[in-house]
């Protein structure tokens, strides 16, 4: 309940600012991409997206790291709204692993393996380290364009909740097949309803 509520407050305190006098404009875009954030964060994902796009058209107001929010902020929304193709577009624009695996996990989506296969082969080598959901990724879109090891992957004693839903989707028999429960659903998967920044709320 804590979280919910300095959520909403996040979204009036930034409203309450930028609806104040004139701001600087570097002020406002940064303001902006904090309301943007909070507006996620609470589920308003449409006004959310408006906000961002406006953040974006400034975006040389603001620093590396804050731009860098606003990009995979923009990705998810899209993502959670079901634009899976403007989804993946937006998370190329970063190259940071996370990116990779929102880009790959949209293409999933899209049933686009052989792009899924083209960025994990182009990306993977500029990373130093590698986290077990872009592994799962690599692993999982390997697998079953060998077509083979899929029981391997649906295994739950013996694959993540990622895998698992790769080798579904590769049979497009999610639901019949699946051993994934909602939780482990939402650690992977930004839909509006297994979102799990949004899922307590």
Known sequence: QTNITKAYEACGLWKDVLSSSELPINIWTLCSAFYASSLARIGKDTSALEIFDSVIQNKEELNEQTMEDVVLGRAHVLQR??????????????????????????????????????????RLSSYQEVDGHLLDLVLGTKTIKLE?????????????????????????????????????????????????LLIHL
């Open 81 to 122: 709204l079901m634009k899976y193709k403007e989804a993946k577009e937006q998370f190329l624009k970063s190259t940071s692993s996370k990116a990779t695996v929102g880009a790959v996990t949209c293409l999933f989506r899209l049933g686009d393996l052989n792009q899924a296969d083209h960025i994990l082969n182009e």
């Open 148 to 196: 083979s090891c899929l029981g391997i992957l649906q295994d739950s004693t013996c694959s993540t909740p990622l895998a698992r839903w790769i080798a579904s989707s590769s049979e497009k028999s999610y639901q019949r097949t699946t051993s994934l429960d909602t939780l482990e659903l939402s650690d992977i998967n930004q839909t509006p309803f297994d979102d799990p």
